[in-house]
């Protein structure tokens, strides 16, 4: 992956989970960028609210920082979650309308360890909203 295309000016931030593992904080506080940090809700099983997506985001450009990518983990490090379709849908969607380069680190596809839960690619997700075509 090659954040160097992504953060050239250093009022240049990237949406992160909290929590999630380091790679991508040190990578961007070596370029220069800012994190932006969104809150995964523990309480309902490491689940994205939209709400908080939205203010972490409004919260940024408040302070000056241009928001120009979003890192979803999925299935999540260190929570192991895994997102619903509509979830997925729904960053998707937020991605696009605020046109955001969206990050989808999906290495951990295969580690799927609740019998109830079903990993849904983003491309597939795009794909179903019709954001693909």
Known sequence: MKFSTIYLKHVSGV?????QYPIYS??????GGHKVGYYLDETKGWDLNMEELERS???AKKRGIKVNSFVLINPG??????????????????CAKHKLV????????????DDNAKFVSCKKAA???GLLK
Not at 77 to 94: M, R
Request: aromatic share 6%; net charge negative; hydrophobic share 45%.
């Open 15 to 19: 949406m992160l989970p909290i929590p």
């Open 26 to 31: 040190a990578t961007i506080d070596l370029l």
């Open 127 to 129: 794909s179903d909203t």
């Open 57 to 59: 985001l409004r919260d």
């Open 102 to 113: 969206l990050l989808a680190d999906e290495v951990y596809q295969e580690n799927v360890y």
């Open 77 to 94: 490090n260190p929570t192991g979650q895994v997102l619903s379709k509509k979830a997925v849908q729904d960053i998707v969607k937020f």
